[in-house]
């Protein structure tokens, strides 16, 4: 390793949203992060991500939390450490694209609340649909990150779409656009270490602005790309804290501070302290472990790496098809997505579009090809998602929109052009109970749930029992109980007295 790059590699940890939202269903709660927020501000991270992603919707949905104070806490507890977000780009923290309005009142809060760094991708990889975000970050002076999402169509980078040379161009365009710097988002975890090394190799000779790879455990190979790319001069890497770790989400962090222990690009960070971190961790993790996918021995998914399709996506499938007693199909639809993703222009398989390509797949299976035919693949085809990285099948495309309400010639324009405002909208819907602008913006994104949450936050309604926080006493009686069923001590099941 004696020829690489001299810069200590920079770290950013994901613990507090990407580690818990890929292996906890995002469950983790602002009040186990604040205990350890002082003490993860002193280990020299680049910065933490602690927010966006799935972290606004499960907060309102789920917790009974306001999703921005989680931002504010943390960033009194944190000064030293920039604070990082994951922004879905004209999707925001939602599902849907947005009017322009409210994405850039959403960025100007965000900033406002401790956002330092915001991530910005958008799953067509269309940059058209980053523009208004970009534009916002850059009016607050915080940094802009421009993500590519890292997708194939062979079993290593190549082919005639995602290739070597789709990702400098895309890494150009972004460049041009005024991107601080850029990440590779390797959502799957999908990336090999070869392609790791040749990628960041040619990007760091294409661009000027730092790279920053972004990598999952999911296939068993995330920490072997972090190590090549290391190798071939990336800037930034991601990790998690050891028990927040592997499985769906990023490489540890632990491991990798050991390996590069004295080399050129050793981090400096110190061992004991994330082991002191890992600690507490592990000390808060009982509450959560419900959420703990334990329906498999192996810690990954061995077989991403020859069907490609993303965890999360995997288990849409299934429950699509038991809905429809047709679990015995799954096969044929692991079959099916790959021509799908073909005919739809190869999108990358991540929120919205994993989830579009994947209801579409069922349904040809099910019911023929295409003759069942989602809105949402109706929307995609008329333009309303953006461009994808390679045309659609004009048959295909044909037979969609056939009996399309918004008519049979897809748009080519900038999907939010088509948007009226919806800031006023949202302010409407709140005005009895509050005008604060982190309300309004709740209301705008989730107009149900989020509505839902504003009317618990201000005692309108009364939250059900389940969004109430299982405490470690909570844990300790389930414990206790299970103990003694085992030991035949129970003979009927003790009532709930939670």
Known sequence: MGNINTNPIKITDLTFRDGHQSNLATRMRTEDMLPIAEEMDKAGFYSMEVWGGATFDVACRFLNEDPWERPRALKKLMPNTPLQMLLRGQNLVGYRNYADDVVTAFVHHAAECGIDIF??????????????????????????????????????????????????????????????SICIKDMAGLIAPDDAYTLVSALKKEVKVPIQLHTHFTSGMGAMACLKAIEAGVDVIDTALAPFALRSAAPAVEPIVAALRGTPRDPKLDLAHLLKLGDYLESIAPKYRDFLNRTRMSVIDTNVLVHQIPGGMISNLVAQLQQSNALHRLREVYEEVPRVRKELGYPPLVTPTS????????????????KLISTQVMDYCYGLYGRPPAPIDPEVQKIVLKYYKRGQTPVTCRPADLLEPELDKARELVKDFTQDIGDVLTAALYPITGLRFLKWKYGLETPPPEVKPKTLEDIKREDELIAKAKAGLLVEKPKDDS
Do not use: W
């Open 355 to 370: 989830q579009i390509v994947g209801v579409q797949a069922v349904q040809n299976v099910l019911a023929g090809r295409y």
């Open 119 to 180: 991530r910005i991708f958008d799953a067509l990889n269309d940059e058209r649909n980053l523009e208004t975000s970009l534009k916002a970050v850059k009016e607050c002076g915080k940094h802009a990150q421009l993500s590519i999402c890292y997708s194939l169509t062979e079993p290593k980078m190549g082919g005639p779409v995602f290739n070597l040379d789709y990702y400098l161009k895309k890494a150009r365009i972004l460049e041009d656009m005024g991107a601080d």
